[in-house]
């Protein structure tokens, strides 16, 4: 459990020092290019959840990422014993999903500023969130393989 909350916090500390970079420097500028037509550090404060969908209901959503976060914190606990590599995919979940929900609880929204301009603007939290979620579909899609590949050489 230790693990996964050294994880969580590093990347929630991460996650509150960027974003708190960009309400302080961005928010008055908007945009920022990096690499033109490619990346730029774009102010978005963005009322929904992934990709923008559910615009304009702050307070739902707040208590739908609360449950979220609560159940992340509880299972935590279940992943005390997992191997390394699960603890620190859970430990970007929760980390990622904590910084998500502080800025819902302080501003009604989300901060993101990671603008790549073929995808919707997005922030370091949801970058965790993402790396964290692939990395538990690549663990499931290939848990057992070299197991097996033992087995079919004996």
Known sequence: MLMIGLVAASVLAWDQLTKWS??????????????????????????????????????????????????LLIGA?????????RRLAYGFILGGAAGNWIDRLRHEHVIDFLDFRVWPVFNFADAFITTGVLLFLWFTLTAGKGKKVLRDRV
């Open 22 to 71: 960009a309400v302080q420097y961005l928010a008055q500028i908007e945009s920022v290019v990096v690499i033109p037509r490619v990346f730029h550090l774009t102010f978005v404060e963005n009322t929904g959840i992934a990709f923008g969908l559910f615009q304009g209901r702050p307070a739902a959503l707040t208590v739908i990422i609360t449950v979220s976060v609560l159940v």
């Open 77 to 85: 606990c279940r992943f005390r014993h997992r191997p390394v590599s």
